[in-house]
């Protein structure tokens, strides 16, 4: 089953926002998430919110969820207003290629309607290489789309297997050609390392496949057993082992070694790219406090402060917009505290590192300490930024909650 919401307070009918979060909006740049919640089959290591076609069954579908997102769009504008560029938007999910280019690019032609698109605005999409063809990617490219975001996770027809990934390995590579060819600006693969089995040659083998792909991008996340997934429900009888940490973090070492040789550099733990032109800058306002609306069922947004999520089922979602009510589920204001606290959990994870001045002084005494163990550059700690070595972006989070006192 997908994962489950958080608990909060209730969303106002009309999705209004305490005054609170329009304070400072100038200076914060505004990014749209589109969840597409579809996926022609479950992968067994998945607890996002999507659906198969047999799990909706006729309690929703591609153009009932297409109309509700465009509700809840004009719903964005009359809760935000006028006059805030949109300078990302990012369509993920599920899978969004499987709904074709016509309902994303109806999608993206209302944001920049109601909103206007930034001059140089990344306009990022997921794809699925099995259902991703030239004819897509060049309808995507004319409707404004810059950067595509593929599911490679490994080359190993084995380990593919064993993730329930259904694509043949080398369709993603294909697909990369393609989306050069449409003329996207930027192609990011995805891996996914450290698959119960996975051999070190595997991994090397999808390693060597992503830098030879040609691509200016990689994400690489380890393997993270998910309560609910089937793969969890595999661990949990016995048929498969759980993910080993050790291999885990030479996993980790591998990439940063290979992609580094290649010409990447990493901007966050689990992000690399060949420029900083290729940095998804959508995915940097997540990570340093922009506001973001999320569109779609489940989808998560953000506005000065407070933080809200849709309700999950496709079915719900369209419901509470044909009715001309917030989708929203519950909401949450932050503290000033709380605010820090993630501010940095999430900065501690890029390359630019956090302000010491924005630690508590026991945060301060943590990062020296950090430090000396070699977890913390010693020289921009001196010049007043807590920034990872390669070591500590192994311990990021036990690091960062250190840092908090």
Avoid at 161 to 171: N, S
């Amino acid at each position: 089953m997908p994962s489950t919401l958080p608990d909060g307070d209730p969303v106002p009918p009309d999705g209004s926002l305490p005054p609170s979060a329009a304070r400072g909006a100038g200076g914060r740049t505004l990014s749209f998430y589109v969840h597409v919640p579809f996926c022609a089959t479950r992968c067994g290591y998945c607890d996002f919110n999507t659906y198969t076609a047999g799990e909706l069954g006729t309690d929703a579908s591609p153009q009932s969820w297409l109309d509700a997102a465009l509700a809840e769009i004009d719903l964005a504008a009359k809760v935000l207003g006028p006059d805030r560029p949109v300078t990302t938007v990012f369509v993920g999910g599920g899978t969004p290629s499987l709904v074709g280019a016509g309902p994303l690019t109806h999608l993206l032609a209302a944001i920049e309607e109601r909103f206007g698109l930034a001059a140089d605005a990344e306009v990022s999409t997921e794809a699925n290489p099995e259902s991703t063809d030239p004819d897509l990617l060049a309808d995507l490219r004319r409707a404004g789309f810059t950067r595509l975001s593929l599911g490679l996770q490994s080359t190993s027809r084995r380990v593919l297997t064993l993730l329930d990934r259904t694509h043949t390995p080398g369709r993603a590579l294909d697909v990369v050609r393609w989306a050069r060819a449409a003329g996207f600006e930027h192609v990011n693969l995805d891996l996914i390392y450290g698959t119960p089995g996975e051999t070190d040659r595997e991994f090397l083998d999808s390693l060597t496949a992503v830098i030879d792909a040609g691509v200016d991008h990689v994400s690489a996340y380890s393997l993270i057993v998910e309560p609910g997934t089937r793969l969890a429900r595999q661990v949990d009888r016995g048929l498969l082992p759980t993910p080993d940490e050790d291999v885990l973090a030479d996993r980790y070492l591998l990439a940063e070694k290979m992609l580094t040789r290649a010409g990447f550099g990493w901007y966050e733990v689990s992000n690399w790219a060949r420029a900083d032109a290729a940095r998804c800058r959508h995915n940097l306002a997540y990570w340093t406090g922009q506001d973001w609306w999320g569109i779609g069922p489940g989808a998560h947004s953000h506005v000065g402060g407070v933080r809200w999520w849709n309700v999950k089922h496709p079915a719900a979602y369209a419901q509470r917009l044909a009715a001309g009510v917030s989708p929203g589920q519950a909401r949450e204001v932050l503290t000033g505290e709380q605010r820090t606290a993630e501010d940095v959990l999430l900065r501690l994870r890029l390359d630019s590192g956090v302000p010491v001045g924005r630690l508590p002084a026991a945060g301060r005494d943590a990062a020296r300490s950090a430090a000396d163990r070699g977890l913390l550059d010693p020289a921009a700690l001196a010049t007043g930024t807590a920034r990872l070595t390669l070591a500590g972006r192994l311990l990021a989070d036990g690091i960062a909650l250190d840092l908090l006192g």
